[in-house]
């Protein structure tokens, strides 16, 4: 690790995926019968969870992170220093590529996320991205 990056949060992985299962038995998702959790960690301690909610025009389909960043705006804002995210048997689900992307825009500095090939930070998963930087000015 380069001396610029932040240190890697500490984080317990194993309450995070438990609130990530708690949240995927909330899931709508009659059409995929794929239920999604996700528990995000924040950059002031609180937990904040997720659901995918899936909706009859099948593409309108709202991913766990969606309602996941949602509720992180509705609790107060923050920043999301660490994130889980599992499946219908609680194992780790990678984000998809958009929902890398909306978590990309609420990472806190050195965000860290647990992955199929174990920890990595958000910069791993979604290198080189699109966010807020490029439309300063
Ligand atoms: N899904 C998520 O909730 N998050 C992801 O990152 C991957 C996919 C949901 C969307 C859909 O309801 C179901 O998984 C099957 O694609």
């Known amino acids: 690790m380069s001396s610029s990056e932040p240190p890697a949060p500490e984080v317990d992985w194993e309450t995070l995926t438990a609130a990530a299962t708690e949240a995927m038995r909330a899931a709508y998702a009659p059409y995929s019968r794929f239920p999604v959790g ?20 099948y593409g ?7 309602t996941l960043v949602g509720q992180l705006r509705l609790g107060g804002g923050g920043r999301i220093a660490a994130f889980a995210c599992v499946d219908a048997a609680g194992g ?7 929902c890398r992307q909306l978590l990309y825009e609420f990472r806190a500095p050195g965000m860290v996320l647990l992955t199929v090939s174990g920890v990595r930070t958000m910069d791993e998963v979604l290198p080189d991205a699109f966010g807020p930087q490029n439309l300063q000015n």
């Open 60 to 66: 309108l389909t709202l991913c766990a992170e969606c």
């Open 38 to 57: 996700a528990a995000a960690l924040t950059d002031d301690g609180r937990i904040v969870t997720g659901c995918n909610v899936e909706n009859a025009s």
């Open 92 to 98: 780790v689900l990678m984000p998809c590529g958009r």
